[in-house]
């Protein structure tokens, strides 16, 4: 209902301009969209249908072209790009990994050493998490597996539940920030930017919502401490630590080739697949069984994510031929307005766009209209991805409806608890991912220092 309402007050603001000459915009398509959208989305139609509709609906009222030519130029484009064969894959390299047993290696390694800080294991999910999304590259992903191998450490124990599922959510949604996120070959597809630069620029921001999440787990745990485990002696600590090396490897091969030159996000998709597959072999894991069910998982996904990508590029295509994206983009950029103002309304549209539009439907959806007024604002293409990407996260456990939240209540013990116990328990994380939004809008350098430096 508060992005429903968003949306009106944004419709009345264009309105305004309009009448007041401020731009030349196409009110009656723009009504017309805004109408079928929240009538097909509130009826329950799936995102990916509900974008072709539009399409070929705006492309009949407003366009002379034949549905059959802008339709098979425009899809060509996505459905033959090299770039997006990596989204399959980094998937693929994800259900390998759940199903060859290294991601409870990973957790238990970093568990012994980090269960004595305050916080004990909520600090391990945030970790794990992190670590884990260095490989998967996606969001869903990382929540599923870590969530499968975090939650039945807390049984029977006196860690606050809510706060349990808060982490593991935060944790999961840092799947697409922190590279090779997927999310930033979408953006970077729709853009054309850079996807090496783009990762390059997510690193230090990755750093700075894990240490924000770090810190308020701390005095969590300062204000609710429970009692530690005993210390284990440091041989122990050490021999632990050969879990971990499976996933650095993994990392080393996958980021290394990226970072190095030496291979394009596609081609070290490619190779983490391998990685990966070699690694379950190692584990004794590696069977057709499990391959058949990894490319099964994959392919759903990826028939999911494929649907709503040429549905969405259908109608970006048809409104910019009637030229909704130009006159919104030149209506905002002269406004009587500070562009970090602007920046901060389209913060806040994107924000109240995720309490009810999944993520990635979200960044397909409505950055080619917002990337056309962030340039013309003097903002670096760059930094906007990874705020945007952000603002994707932040949707993911973003109640009533992010997607993360709703992959963890499914994977609790039965009986579970209510989804309410998600959706507090994420609260505080939330509010650190949005301070963190708030300190990279203050200091884009964060974002655009490692890129400078590489040049």
């Not at 802008?70 to 484009?77: E, I, N, P, S, V």
């Not at 794990?128 to 939650?151: D, K, R």
């Not at 549905?311 to 009587?336: E, K, R």
Request: with cysteine.
């Amino acid at each position: 209902m508060i992005a429903v309402i968003f949306l009106l007050g944004l419709l009345g603001v264009v309105l305004f301009a309009a009448a007041s000459g401020a731009a030349a915009l196409p009110i009656g398509e723009i009504l017309m969209l805004i109408g079928l959208f929240v009538l097909f989305f509130g009826s329950g139609v799936h995102i990916a249908a509900v974008l072709g509709v539009l399409a070929f609906l705006t492309g009949f009222l407003f366009s002379d072209r034949a549905w059959w030519l802008f339709a098979g130029q425009t899809l060509w484009g996505p459905s033959s790009n090299f770039v997006l064969v990596a989204v399959p894959l980094f998937l693929l390299m994800g259900e390998i990994l759940l199903r060859s047993g290294l991601s409870d290696r990973l957790y238990r390694a970093l568990n012994v050493w980090l269960n004595r800080m305050p916080g004990g294991l909520l600090h391990t999910n945030i970790m794990s998490c992190a670590v884990f999304s260095a490989i998967s590259g996606s969001s869903v992903a990382t929540a599923a597996t870590m969530g499968s191998v975090g939650l039945p450490y807390f049984q029977n124990t006196a860690y606050n539940q809510r706060w349990v599922l808060g982490s593991l959510a935060a944790g999961g949604a840092l799947g697409n920030l922190i590279p090779p996120g997927i999310t930033f070959i979408i953006y970077a597809l729709i853009t054309e930017t850079s996807v090496g630069a783009l990762y390059l620029a997510a690193v230090l921001p990755s750093l700075l919502v894990v240490g924000l999440f770090t810190l308020l787990i701390l005095a969590h745990g300062l204000r609710n401490p429970l009692p530690k485990p005993p210390p284990l002696p440091l041989a122990m600590k050490l021999r632990a630590l050969r879990d971990l090396v499976p996933t650095m490897l993994l990392i080393l091969l996958v980021l290394g080739s990226i970072y190095g030159g030496f291979a394009t996000p596609t081609e070290a998709a490619a190779l983490g697949v391998v990685g990966s597959m070699i690694f379950a072999a190692i584990e004794g894991r590696l069977s057709l069984r499990m391959l058949n069910a990894s490319a099964e998982a994959t392919a759903r996904n990826t028939a999911l994510l494929g649907l709503i990508l040429f549905g969405a590029y259908l109608l970006n295509y048809i409104l910019t031929i009637i030229n909704v994206p130009q006159a919104l983009a030149g209506m905002i950029a002269g406004l009587p307005l500070p562009p970090w103002a602007i920046m901060a309304c389209i913060i806040a549209l994107y924000f109240a766009l995720g309490t009810f539009m999944e993520g990635f439907s979200m960044i397909i959806t409505t950055v080619p209209v917002t990337f056309p007024i962030v340039v013309a604002l003097g903002y670096d293409p760059i930094w906007f991805g990874v705020i945007v990407v952000m603002l994707v996260e932040i949707a993911q456990i973003s109640p009533p409806d992010g997607t993360v939240m709703y992959v963890l209540q499914g994977m609790r013990p039965k009986p579970a608890g209510p989804i309410t116990d998600v959706f507090v328990g994420v609260m505080p994380f939330l509010l650190a991912y949005l301070a963190a939004v708030a300190i990279l809008l203050a200091f884009p350098e964060i974002a655009l220092w490692l890129p400078e430096m590489m040049k």
